[in-house]
T-cell receptor
Framework: DAGVTQSPTHLIKTRGQQVTLRCSPKSGHDTVSWYQQALGQGPQFIFQ???????QRGNFPDRFSGHQFPNYSSELNVNALLLGDSALYLC????????????FGPGTRLTVL | GQNIDQPTEMTATEGAIVQINCTYQ??????LFWYQQHAGEAPTFLSY??LDGLEEKGRFSSFLSRSKGYSYLLLKELQMKDSASYLCAPMDSNYQLIWGAGTKLIIKP
């Protein structure tokens, strides 16, 4: 049984570019949450997807958008990249409203130059 | 507002016991999580407390006092592999985790 997988592992972009990160949830899970974790900080909640809709959103600008597909996998898109977007992006999957059983993927390390 | 407070860094000796404290303020409360995170890796689940009291799981125990907005993680018989960051994360009324910055635990031989 595969756990949560994310791609790519590492990514380097320049300011102003756009990036797409991908996440496949743990088998059977229907909800995907995305987090941004800057170096030395705790994760910050970006948004959560369930039934292909954004259900909740943290305090992030519209440059951050996402999508969930019928197979429950998800994408995180960030437009007009800023240096401050450099971080570890974590995807976590769970059953809807059962966050106490949330599993994290290995993360994507994004560096913006 | 919502706020999590835990020490930035702690040092302990291999074989010893260490207690990592966490105080929190959230909009509503649906339990509190502790996660372990090694550098460059994803957080891994350690414990979940929703009622007051102590939950013991092997070398790790977690305590919760809802009235005081306080929790601690107790690690016994410390091993070098326990060197990591430990994240306290209460869940608010929207079932979202509110994360602290974490406590970096350094284990010395």
């Amino acid at each position: 049984d595969a756990g949560v997988t994310q791609s790519p592992t590492h990514l380097i972009k320049t300011r102003g570019q756009q990036v797409t990160l991908r996440c496949s949830p743990k088998s059977g899970h229907d909800t995907v949450s995305w987090y941004q974790q800057a170096l030395g900080q705790g994760p910050q909640f970006i948004f959560q997807y369930y039934e292909e809709e954004e259900r909740q959103r943290g305090n992030f600008p519209d440059r951050f958008s996402g999508h969930q597909f019928p197979n429950y996998s998800s994408e995180l898109n960030v437009n007009a990249l800023l240096l401050g977007d450099s971080a570890l992006y974590l995807c976590a999957s769970s059953f809807f409203l059962r966050v106490n059983e949330q599993f994290f993927g290995p993360g994507t390390r994004l560096t913006v130059l | 507002g919502q706020n999590i407070d835990q020490p930035t860094e702690m040092t302990a000796t291999e074989g010893a016991i260490v207690q990592i404290n966490c105080t929190y303020q959230t909009s509503g409360f649906n339990g509190l999580f502790w996660y372990q995170q090694h550098a460059g890796e994803a957080p891994t689940f350690l414990s979940y407390n929703v009622l007051d009291g102590l939950e013991e799981k092997g070398r790790f125990s977690s305590f919760l006092s809802r009235s005081k907005g306080y929790s601690y993680l107790l690690l016994k018989e410390l091993q070098m592999k326990d060197s990591a960051s430990y994240l306290c994360a209460p869940m608010d009324s929207n079932y979202q985790l509110i994360w602290g910055a974490g406590t970096k635990l350094i284990i010395k031989p």
